[in-house]
């Protein structure tokens, strides 16, 4: 968590006059230090909800390959993020895109649940199957949004489905903050019953647990924390899937240090990658959600080969 810390504090110096850091806190300096220090904030609230979405979705669903950009959950939030921005709903206050994104996350999640209930269970797998297919089909709305959008919208669409952490107003950093603390405040109560889920229905059922409303209850904080983040910052794909793993190697399966794990690496993770994009080609910046999905891509298929694997032998 030190090093996580660390690298959170370094990413801050990242980008123009990297090679001086120092000159940053000097009085010229001062409107830019404002703006990094909104943007490293928004890293860490980003990076965080999505590492911690995705240990929850893991676990729900006992799937190494979930996350909330393959179950439909981020691209259901950045479509109702999306009509909100087209509508104007960014210059009507900080709360509205956190709350398009989070109606988006739900419908996405009402949809994805019932195409994979059968009977009164869900099966996991084609929830996961129903996700990527609802995904692509929130891919294609929001193309059709970009399509029909006026100069203005079409620019800031196009940034939030590409993923960006510049941060143009601070309240809606304020308001999705709201979202993840309450999520957070759901879900600490709840990091026993993650445990007990991935033993299985039954187990979960013997030791008074109801499998079914806890997987529900897990799902909805999924959705609360996919829409803060796609609130701020777009479509940041992979967050979610590959810092659970990472912090599942160093300190095990257990939820109650999984999750405080994941949300200081998926923080670092996310504002040093940024740093990266505003450092290599700049003038130029690199959208973040473009690196996250250079990286995490390759990490997926290799999970994937690795559970054919296993299925196959």
Known sequence: MALSVLVIASSLFLGADWQNPGALFTPEQAGILSMRLWRVGAGVLVGASLAIAGVVLQAVLRNPLAEPYVLGLSSGAALGTALCIVAGGIMAGPMLLPAGGFAGAMASLAIVY?????????????????GVVWSSLCGSLLMFLVSQSSAEGLHAV???????????????????????VLALGLLVPRLRHMNVL??????????????????????VISALLAAAAVAISGLIAFV??????????????????????????????????????????????????????????????????????????
Do not use: N
């Open 114 to 130: 019932a195409l994979a209930c059968v009977g009164r269970k869900t099966a996991p797998h084609t929830l996961i199957l129903a």
């Open 158 to 180: 196009m940034w939030w489905f590409l993923g960006d952490l510049q941060v143009f107003d601070s309240r809606l950093v304020l308001g999705a903050a709201g979202f993840a």
């Open 198 to 219: 991935m033993l299985g229905d039954e187990v979960a059922g013997h030791v008074g647990l109801r499998p079914e409303s806890a997987r529900k209850w897990l799902l």
């Open 240 to 313: 979610g899937l590959t810092v659970p793993h990472a912090g599942r190697a160093l300190v095990g399966p257990d939820h109650r240090r999984l999750v405080p794990a994941a949300a200081f690496m998926g923080a670092a993770f996310l504002t040093f990658v940024d740093g990266i994009g505003r450092t290599v080609m700049y003038p130029v910046e690199v959208p973040v959600g473009v690196l996250t999905a250079m990286v995490g891509a390759p990490f997926f298929l290799v999970l994937l080969r690795q559970r054919q694997k296993r299925v196959w032998s």
